[in-house]
């Protein structure tokens, strides 16, 4: 996975927002105004930080030398992730959905609704007869 398919993995994400706040270098993915991915548009090979459950970011440290504790970001729940380093495409999606569940985790309920709704399908489909 190149940087551009990351960022666009990223922005299909149901509310997902991209924007420059700490500098034309950074770009970040938040959902609901809370961060779940972060790419250093600087760097070579390209790293994104994504938030981790802190056992099982443990867990990839161990499995994969392209991931390391998150640069300038908590340690225990974020890792920094080499990407174009030979993990697997599907292994990379599996952790930015994994970061994006954890903070549409976080959200309020009505803000939380918008991952949620994607996944059970429009509002109309969900609707009970009374």
Same mark, same amino acid.
């Given at each position: 996975m190149d940087l551009a +398919?990351?960022? +666009?993995?990223? $922005?299909r994400k149901p509310g997902a927002t991209e /924007?420059? @706040?700490? /500098? @034309? %270098? *950074?770009l970040v993915f938040k959902v609901g105004d809370k961060m779940f991915a972060l790419a250093a548009l600087d760097e070579v090979p390209p790293? *994104?930080? $994504? &938030?981790? %459950?802190p +056992? $099982?970011? $443990? !867990?990839? =440290? !161990?499995?994969? +030398?392209? *991931? =390391?504790?998150g640069y300038h970001m908590n340690k225990k729940h974020w890792n920094t992730v080499k990407i174009e380093s /030979?993990?697997?495409d599907d292994e990379l999606r599996k952790m930015i959905d994994h970061s994006y569940d954890l903070v549409i &985790?976080?959200?309020p309920k009505a803000r939380s609704k918008v991952g949620v709704q994607s996944r059970r399908g429009p509002a109309s489909a969900r609707r009970v007869r009374r």
């Open positions: +398919e990351f960022r +666009e993995y990223c $922005l /924007g420059t @706040p700490f /500098g @034309p %270098d *950074v790293t *994104v930080n $994504l &938030k981790c %459950d +056992e $099982l970011a $443990l !867990d990839l =440290r !161990d499995r994969y +030398e392209q *991931v =390391r504790p /030979g993990i697997p &985790k976080t959200l």
